[in-house]
Protein backbone atom coordinates (compact mmCIF):
# COMPACT_ATOMS: atom_id res chain seq x y z
CA UNK A 1 0.00 0.00 0.00
CA UNK A 2 1.29 3.77 -0.96
CA UNK A 3 2.35 5.14 2.50
CA UNK A 4 2.37 8.84 0.86
CA UNK A 5 -1.13 10.76 1.28
CA UNK A 6 0.40 13.42 -1.34
CA UNK A 7 3.60 13.69 -3.55
CA UNK A 8 6.95 14.93 -1.97
CA UNK A 9 8.80 17.47 -3.98
CA UNK A 10 12.36 18.18 -3.24
CA UNK A 11 14.45 21.10 -5.21
CA UNK A 12 17.78 20.31 -5.76
CA UNK A 13 20.88 22.23 -7.75
CA UNK A 14 20.29 20.42 -10.50
CA UNK A 15 16.52 20.59 -11.07
CA UNK A 16 13.77 17.84 -8.84
CA UNK A 17 12.35 15.30 -7.59
CA UNK A 18 8.72 13.86 -6.83
CA UNK A 19 8.30 10.94 -4.94
CA UNK A 20 4.85 9.63 -5.94
CA UNK A 21 4.66 6.28 -4.10
CA UNK A 22 6.58 4.20 -1.16
CA UNK A 23 5.94 1.03 0.21
CA UNK A 24 7.86 -1.25 2.19
CA UNK A 25 8.91 -2.86 -1.38
CA UNK A 26 9.66 -0.26 -4.03
CA UNK A 27 9.62 3.77 -4.35
CA UNK A 28 8.44 5.66 -7.45
CA UNK A 29 9.55 9.26 -8.14
CA UNK A 30 10.60 11.29 -11.62
CA UNK A 31 13.21 13.16 -11.92
CA UNK A 32 13.60 16.03 -13.96
CA UNK A 33 17.58 17.36 -14.76
CA UNK A 34 17.67 21.04 -16.35
CA UNK A 35 20.01 21.14 -19.07
CA UNK A 36 23.57 21.79 -18.82
CA UNK A 37 23.09 19.96 -15.36
CA UNK A 38 24.20 17.17 -13.53
CA UNK A 39 23.69 14.95 -10.34
CA UNK A 40 26.14 14.06 -7.86
CA UNK A 41 28.29 11.15 -8.65
CA UNK A 42 26.96 8.19 -6.32
CA UNK A 43 27.62 4.43 -5.00
CA UNK A 44 24.37 2.99 -3.63
CA UNK A 45 25.29 0.58 -1.11
CA UNK A 46 22.12 -1.77 -1.13
CA UNK A 47 19.68 0.46 -3.38
CA UNK A 48 18.59 -1.03 -6.68
CA UNK A 49 16.94 1.43 -9.16
CA UNK A 50 15.43 1.12 -12.71
CA UNK A 51 14.90 4.26 -15.04
CA UNK A 52 13.05 5.21 -17.88
CA UNK A 53 13.76 8.16 -19.90
CA UNK A 54 10.54 9.95 -20.59
CA UNK A 55 11.67 13.35 -22.51
CA UNK A 56 15.13 14.01 -24.00
CA UNK A 57 18.55 12.22 -24.03
CA UNK A 58 19.88 11.10 -20.42
CA UNK A 59 23.75 11.47 -20.24
CA UNK A 60 24.47 8.45 -17.91
CA UNK A 61 27.89 7.78 -16.07
CA UNK A 62 27.62 4.51 -15.04
CA UNK A 63 30.25 1.41 -14.07
CA UNK A 64 32.39 -0.21 -11.34
CA UNK A 65 33.63 1.75 -8.47
CA UNK A 66 35.57 4.01 -7.47
CA UNK A 67 37.65 6.06 -10.63
CA UNK A 68 34.95 8.70 -12.46
CA UNK A 69 37.56 9.04 -14.89
CA UNK A 70 37.89 5.39 -16.19
CA UNK A 71 33.86 4.89 -16.18
CA UNK A 72 32.09 5.53 -19.16
CA UNK A 73 29.50 7.50 -19.93
CA UNK A 74 26.43 6.85 -21.87
CA UNK A 75 23.65 8.31 -23.85
CA UNK A 76 20.73 6.86 -22.99
CA UNK A 77 17.65 7.82 -25.56
CA UNK A 78 14.05 8.71 -24.59
CA UNK A 79 12.66 5.58 -24.80
CA UNK A 80 15.38 3.23 -23.23
CA UNK A 81 15.56 2.02 -19.65
CA UNK A 82 18.69 1.33 -18.08
CA UNK A 83 19.34 -0.67 -14.42
CA UNK A 84 21.56 0.43 -11.31
CA UNK A 85 22.68 -2.16 -8.95
CA UNK A 86 24.33 -1.49 -5.74
CA UNK A 87 28.00 -1.26 -5.87
CA UNK A 88 28.24 0.81 -9.09
CA UNK A 89 28.98 4.31 -9.48
CA UNK A 90 26.45 6.71 -11.38
CA UNK A 91 25.53 10.04 -11.80
CA UNK A 92 22.89 11.40 -14.48
CA UNK A 93 22.95 14.25 -16.80
CA UNK A 94 21.50 16.21 -19.13
CA UNK A 95 23.58 18.05 -22.11
CA UNK A 96 21.30 18.60 -25.22
CA UNK A 97 18.11 19.98 -22.98
CA UNK A 98 15.96 19.27 -20.09
CA UNK A 99 15.55 15.39 -18.97
CA UNK A 100 12.92 13.65 -17.11
CA UNK A 101 13.61 10.40 -16.24
CA UNK A 102 11.19 7.77 -14.04
CA UNK A 103 12.76 5.99 -11.31
CA UNK A 104 11.80 2.91 -9.06
CA UNK A 105 13.83 1.69 -6.80
CA UNK A 106 13.66 0.17 -3.83
CA UNK A 107 12.43 2.32 -0.94
CA UNK A 108 15.95 3.31 0.95
CA UNK A 109 15.66 7.05 0.61
CA UNK A 110 19.71 7.74 2.04
CA UNK A 111 21.53 5.13 0.70
CA UNK A 112 24.80 5.43 -0.85
CA UNK A 113 28.01 7.49 -0.74
CA UNK A 114 28.55 10.87 -2.74
CA UNK A 115 31.94 10.75 -4.27
CA UNK A 116 31.68 14.06 -6.29
CA UNK A 117 29.15 16.83 -5.78
CA UNK A 118 26.69 17.96 -8.45
CA UNK A 119 29.56 21.28 -8.32
CA UNK A 120 32.38 18.63 -9.40
CA UNK A 121 34.00 18.91 -5.76
CA UNK A 122 35.11 15.51 -4.59
CA UNK A 123 33.73 14.24 -1.14
CA UNK A 124 36.62 13.23 1.64
CA UNK A 125 35.86 9.68 1.42
CA UNK A 126 38.77 7.86 0.49
CA UNK A 127 38.71 4.85 -2.48
CA UNK A 128 39.32 2.54 0.27
CA UNK A 129 36.45 3.82 2.56
CA UNK A 130 34.28 3.32 -0.64
CA UNK A 131 35.19 0.15 -1.79
CA UNK A 132 35.04 -1.47 1.65
CA UNK A 133 31.46 -0.17 1.62
CA UNK A 134 30.72 -2.19 -1.33
CA UNK A 135 31.86 -5.34 -0.07
CA UNK A 136 29.69 -4.72 2.57
CA UNK A 137 26.97 -4.84 0.13
CA UNK A 138 26.80 -8.99 -0.72
CA UNK A 139 26.16 -9.48 2.76
CA UNK A 140 23.87 -6.75 3.52
CA UNK A 141 19.88 -7.17 3.47
CA UNK A 142 18.16 -4.82 2.43
CA UNK A 143 16.90 -2.02 5.00
CA UNK A 144 12.80 -1.96 5.08
CA UNK A 145 10.83 0.76 5.31
CA UNK A 146 8.43 -0.31 8.27
CA UNK A 147 4.74 1.03 8.49
CA UNK A 148 4.32 3.06 11.40
CA UNK A 149 1.16 1.79 13.10
CA UNK A 150 -1.59 3.07 15.11
CA UNK A 151 -2.22 1.61 18.73
CA UNK A 152 -6.17 0.77 18.96
CA UNK A 153 -8.14 1.50 22.45
CA UNK A 154 -9.91 -1.03 23.86
CA UNK A 155 -12.64 -0.31 25.63
CA UNK A 156 -14.15 -1.96 28.35
Known sequence: MNKLTSNLFFKKVWGSEIVWALTDSYMCKTIDI?????????????????????KGSLYLTYGSCCDESTVPMYKVPEGWSWYIGPGMIFRYGAVDSNVTIEEISTPQFEDGVVLVD??????????????SLIKKVDVMEYEKVKPKRKRRSSKK
Open 34 to 54: EKGKRTPLIVPEVKERSIKVI
Open 118 to 131: ENGIEISQTITEVE
